[in-house]
């Protein structure tokens, strides 16, 4: 999440599983949405949210993440595998505006140039900043 340190605006996770880093941004105040297609995972996020107190801040959608928009978020995180960057790749180009940051994780986009790149190995993480 230090990546996000000094940003503000709203933050989407596509493939959101447990949830970890949407309720890790909600707790750092941002508006939080994260997408994941499996019922089971998406219903104990959403369990998790209210628990933790971030319903208002961290929502959970059952949609496909071709099909979510992404004009509305200044922070993307991706943990997505190399064939789904590929086609992603394409839906970023035309829908992350200017000043905004996407953010892979094990997986780069193919053919963007991070800004920066942390860790190696699975622990990889690449950082694209849009001019």
Same mark, same amino acid.
Not at 64 to 73: I, K, P
Not at 78 to 104: D, F
């Given at each position: 999440?230090?990546l !996000?340190q &000094?940003?503000?605006?709203?933050?989407?996770d596509l &493939?959101s =599983?447990?949830?970890?880093l949407? +309720?890790?941004?909600?707790?750092? &105040?941002?508006?939080t949405? &994260?997408?994941?297609?499996n %019922? +089971?995972?998406? =219903?104990y996020?959403r369990l998790l949210?209210?628990?933790k =107190?971030?319903a208002? !801040?961290?929502r +959970?959608?059952r949609?496909?993440? +071709?099909?979510?928009?992404?004009?509305? *978020?200044n922070?993307?995180?991706? *943990?997505?595998?190399?064939?789904?960057?590929?086609?992603?790749?394409? /839906? !970023?180009? /035309?829908?992350?505006?200017?000043?905004?940051?996407?953010? @892979? @994780?094990r997986? /780069? !986009?193919?053919?963007?140039? %991070?800004?920066?790149?942390l860790?190696? =190995?699975?622990?990889?993480?690449y950082v *694209?900043? /849009?001019?």
């Open positions: 999440m230090r !996000l &000094g940003r503000s605006g709203s933050v989407v &493939g =599983g447990d949830g970890r949407v +309720f890790a941004a909600a707790s750092q &105040g941002f508006r949405d &994260g997408y994941e297609l %019922p +089971f995972l998406l =219903g996020s949210a209210h628990r =107190g971030l208002s !801040l961290a +959970f959608h949609r496909d993440l +071709f099909e979510a928009n992404l004009r509305q *978020y922070n993307i995180v991706i *943990y997505g595998e190399p064939i789904i960057l590929r086609r992603l790749e394409q /839906k !970023l180009a /035309k829908e992350v505006t200017s000043g905004s940051r996407v953010i @892979c @994780c997986y /780069k !986009l193919p053919t963007w140039a %991070p800004t920066t790149t860790g190696e =190995g699975v622990e990889t993480i *694209y900043d /849009k001019v």
